[in-house]
């Protein structure tokens, strides 16, 4: 079982940052593929980042390429997504996501095992 606590949301103005993270429990941290995804309400979830177990290989959204950085501390159990030039659009839930390192390309596809509680980004214009 893998639980997973999103934190570092909140309210920003247009072009500044926010840096998220996510904390996860499992047994074998190193197991797993790590992504995030963002929702808006009454649209589905969509795809941001995903990173691999040892953080060599790295996925991005068109949207966000070049503005979110997606990384993983392994021996602090934590991923990371670093969002700069951040705009109105940005604006949604951010949850983060685990898979068997092996299922990356599954978790890329909107359907990981595992889900965090989601944490709310807004950017004001």
């Known amino acids: 079982q893998v639980l997973l606590v999103e934190s570092g949301g909140g309210l920003v103005q247009a072009g500044g940052s926010l840096r998220l993270s996510c904390a996860a429990s499992a047994q074998t941290f190193t197991d797993y593929a790590l992504g995030w995804f963002r929702q808006s309400p009454g649209k589905e979830r969509v795809f941001v980042a995903a990173?691999?177990?040892?953080?060599?290989?790295?996925y991005y959204a068109d949207s966000v390429k070049g503005r979110f950085t997606i990384s993983r501390d392994n021996a602090k159990t934590t991923m990371y997504l670093q969002m700069n030039s951040l705009k109105p659009e940005d604006t949604d839930v951010y949850y983060c996501?685990?898979?068997?390192?092996?299922?990356?390309?599954?978790?890329?596809?909107?359907?990981?095992?595992?889900w965090g509680q989601g944490t709310q980004v807004t950017v004001s214009s």
């Open positions: 990173i691999n177990w040892d953080g060599n290989t790295t």
């Open positions: 996501a685990a898979d068997p390192d092996w299922l990356l390309p599954r978790l890329r596809l909107g359907y990981p095992k595992h």
